[in-house]
């Protein structure tokens, strides 16, 4: 019998709830291979980002066709991330967690300072070349790759040897690598559920059940209703079809709660399986994953109202507006990494004047709600793909 790589996947979250369980005395192997799976991740990443880039750039043909492109990627970043962040804002808003939190005295600081807008975008640019190739800092990747891939498309001519065809060679080179660690992503995702059953302490969710559901239902309602709906009105296909299609990055995307690690996966997957052309999906996606977060946001802003309401602050409309345009910038902010989305929470927290000592509170749980929110920033990022490539006229998606 042969199976295929999502009834694979599936199997192995079940043997790795399994194991969990059962035979924790393993931890060591299920770590070694978790780590061993993100770490091959992380290896392809930053070459295929930096040729995937640069070749859908030189497909484009023209500085029009990418500013046309890039309008209408950033336009509909902006807009979903806004729409998960109100729906955040409103659930917490009605369903108010933070009442009855009592505040425990020990609650410890993670943060001595929240880092200002200027330090985050300082950090953008590596001092140095090791910076550059870590991955560290993909925003600057993205922004060197989208810049060389304009040179070529306007000196390229000049060059007396095919530089198009060199990064195009490398992008198809990188892709088979990809293929590989594809097929060996049920082994990593048994060994990251194993240890994730095993490292959890299940006994810190109990007072913070109601905020867990808060954020949970919000990611459900953009990932079950806005999403489909925008992907059946406007691409005018089956949203289960799709999740179907991306499947294996979703579930990457869940076990890692990586968006960055799961990037490779996902283009893979966006290409073959939905065929977006190869111009949207190399730009759309290593973009969309930096700076298009829409779980992070909604998380962010349940979060920041959450706090809110333990310290007793009151918002005003105008803090949750800010809440809102804040998140945004924020999520672009966030690297696609597990907690970066905490990290930044505290510069919400700041602009709201709300104490960022209170993300303490919900750090001890935060790892199952990274899973979901980067789960659905990988899923917003899908639709995505769909709506540019439908946007531009090219022939999408249509089961
Ligand atoms: N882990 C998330 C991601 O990689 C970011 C976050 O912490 O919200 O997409």
Redo the contacts with the bound molecule.
């Keep these: 019998m042969k199976f295929n790589l999502q009834t694979n996947i599936l199997i192995s979250v079940i043997l790795g709830v399994m194991a969990g369980f059962f035979a924790d005395e393993f931890i060591n192997i299920y770590m070694f291979l978790g780590k061993g799976f993100i770490t091959l991740l992380k290896y392809i990443v930053v070459p295929l980002v930096f040729a995937s880039l640069i070749s859908g750039v030189i497909s484009l043909g023209n500085l029009n066709s990418l500013q046309r492109m890039g309008f209408k990627t950033l336009a509909y970043f902006i807009m979903t991330t806004a729409i998960a962040s109100t729906i955040g804002i409103l659930l917490a808003v009605i369903i108010n967690p933070g009442k009855g939190f009592i505040l425990a005295q020990t609650e410890g600081s993670v943060f001595t300072s929240a880092m200002s807008f200027k330090e985050m975008f300082a950090q953008i640019i590596p001092t140095n070349f090791i910076g550059f190739i870590s991955g560290d800092n993909m925003l600057f990747l993205i922004i060197l790759s989208i810049f060389i891939g304009i040179l070529i498309v306007a000196f390229g001519r000049n060059i007396a040897f095919p530089i198009d065809e060199l990064f195009e060679g490398f992008n198809e080179f990188m892709m088979i690598i990809t293929g590989w660690v594809i097929a060996i992503s049920p082994i990593g995702i048994f060994g990251l559920v194993a240890q994730l059953i095993i490292t959890t302490g299940f006994a810190a969710f109990v007072p913070l059940l109601k905020y867990m559901l808060v954020v949970t239902v919000g990611l459900a309602i953009h990932a079950f209703g806005v999403i489909p709906l925008i992907i059946k009105t406007i691409v005018k296909c089956s949203p289960f079809s799709v999740a179907k299609e991306v499947f294996t990055s979703l579930a990457t ?1 869940f076990t890692t ?6 990037l490779p996966i996902l283009l893979e997957d966006t290409r073959k399986k939905l065929k977006v052309p190869n111009k949207v999906a190399s730009f759309v996606l290593p973009l969309g ?1 930096t700076i298009n ?1 829409d ?2 946001a909604l ?2 802003s349940v979060a920041a109202v959450f706090i809110a309401q333990i310290y007793g602050v009151q918002l005003s409309i105008t803090s949750l507006c800010l809440i809102i345009i804040i998140a945004i910038l924020s ?1 672009i902010g ?10 930044t929470l505290a510069m919400i927290l700041t602009a709201i004047g709300v104490p960022i000592e209170g993300t303490a509170i919900i750090l001890g749980i935060d790892r199952i709600l ?1 899973m979901l ?2 789960t659905v ?2 899923w917003g990022n899908t639709s995505a793909t769909l709506v540019i490539t439908k946007w531009l006229g090219e022939k999408a998606y249509d089961k």
């Design positions: 995307g709660a990586s968006s960055a690690a799961t994953i977060m779980g992070t998380f962010q999520s966030a690297a696609a990494v597990p907690s970066a989305g905490i990290i990274d929110r980067t920033n990988l």
